[in-house]
């Protein structure tokens, strides 16, 4: 079993940033059982949960178009850990911000993080 943590989510004013955290951990990992892609994903307030950005061991990037520009994803691997830049919010991107990761055949979800963007 594998257990994502993240951390950093916040309320925030128009324009700012924050920096989102996501920590896998779990026993499987401390035998070498390899973290894939790590990702980010949203629910907004009554909408479905949506990509944000995502990030494969080999450092392949991908993003969805809302968060193109505004956002950066990047990873530690030796930390089992990924991270969420988020520069120029807007209200829009308010959201419960989950991580995901990829072990071996099975995927993760993180519990979330609350983003609160204030207009």
């Known amino acids: 079993q594998v257990q994502l943590v993240e951390s950093g989510g916040d309320l925030v004013q128009t324009g700012e940033s924050l920096r989102l955290s996501c920590a896998a951990s779990g026993r499987i990992l401390s035998f070498n059982v390899i973290v894939n892609t790590m990702g980010w994903y949203r629910r907004a307030p009554g909408k479905q949960r949506e990509f944000v950005a995502s990030?494969?061991?080999?450092?392949?990037?991908d993003y969805a178009d809302s968060v193109k520009g505004r956002f950066t994803v990047s990873r530690d691997s030796a930390k089992n850990t990924v991270y969420l830049q988020m520069n120029g919010l807007k209200p829009e991107d308010t959201a419960v911000y989950y991580c995901?990761?990829?072990?071996?055949?099975?995927?993760?979800w993180g519990q979330g993080t609350q983003v609160t963007v204030s207009s």
């Open positions: 990030i494969t061991r080999s450092g392949s990037i």
């Open positions: 995901r990761a990829w072990v071996g055949p099975k995927d993760y």
